[in-house]
């Protein structure tokens, strides 16, 4: 559900809850949920200008689809960037159009090389969401994904785990037996592989997702973050692992 508030009332209230957790005064603005670039320009323009108005926002992260992506609305982001710290994030999950296609997401690989290219012609960051454990989906299908960005040009990457949320189609999945969530071993091992077939460039902006407890069917693990950054570390370092020992440029 989007929000009542208004975009400065919305920043006022997450710098007031993060300036007491982080002890920080300076932010990044996070445009997240749904696409930030499927509207008029002009709406676009008033959006991302409240975003950085205020003196202790730093940066601007835009989150949307590679679908929802006009040359006109980069064209505006393209100013925007030169007014502040920016990167687009696009949704891709994965990179093979079998599982786009299973999960509806409305775009194929293809629309997504095409957006990270159009971007990153004007110079823009851009920031690639995967999701591992997608229906139907191996190790090597996931792997397979982090592959394919090692060849292009990103600069960042939100690996996510796939959750089961109440009330919808991945639930009726799952009580039905049809879909079996990854452990978290599972997990923290294709994750330990994906990030070594990264390049060592590519920044990574999260290791797992953030469910909300009264939302969540399963894992249950999922709501323990900690205990799966833990156990993250001490496969890299069992398996003497990092980022982009894997990877190769050619």
């Not at 008029?40 to 601007?60: F, K, M, N, T």
Request: proline letters at 5%; one cysteine or more; a negative charge.
């Amino acid at each position: 559900m989007a929000s009542t508030l208004s975009i400065p009332q919305q920043i006022a209230r997450a710098k007031e809850r993060l300036s007491k957790r982080y002890k920080t005064d300076r932010f990044i603005a996070y445009l997240q949920s749904f696409s930030n670039t499927y509207a008029p320009l002009e709406r676009l323009r008033e959006i991302y200008s409240q975003a950085i108005e205020d003196p202790q926002i730093v940066g601007l992260a835009i989150g949307t689809r590679p679908d929802c992506v006009s040359e006109e609305a980069l064209d505006l982001i393209e100013e925007f960037s030169r007014k502040t710290h920016l990167w687009v994030e696009y949704g891709l999950q994965s990179i093979h159009n079998e599982t786009l296609q299973k999960i509806n997401r409305g775009h194929g690989a293809e629309e997504f090389i095409d957006a990270v290219e159009r971007t990153r012609r004007r110079g823009i960051e851009v920031v690639v969401h995967v999701i591992l454990g997608l229906p139907g989906e191996e190790r090597e299908d996931m792997l397979a994904t982090a592959r394919a960005l090692g060849k292009l040009d990103i600069q960042g990457v939100k690996p996510h785990l796939l959750y089961v949320i109440k009330n919808t189609p991945l639930e009726r999945l799952y009580l039905e037996g049809r879909y079996n969530p990854l452990t978290r071993q599972e997990y923290v091992e294709i994750l330990c592989e994906f990030l070594a077939l990264l390049p060592p460039s590519v920044v990574i902006h999260r290791l797992t997702g953030d469910p909300h407890s009264h939302e969540l069917v399963a894992p249950a693990w999922a709501l323990e973050k900690a205990a799966t950054l833990q156990a993250i570390d001490r496969e890299l370092e069992r398996r003497d692992l990092w980022q982009g020992k894997w990877w190769s440029p050619a």
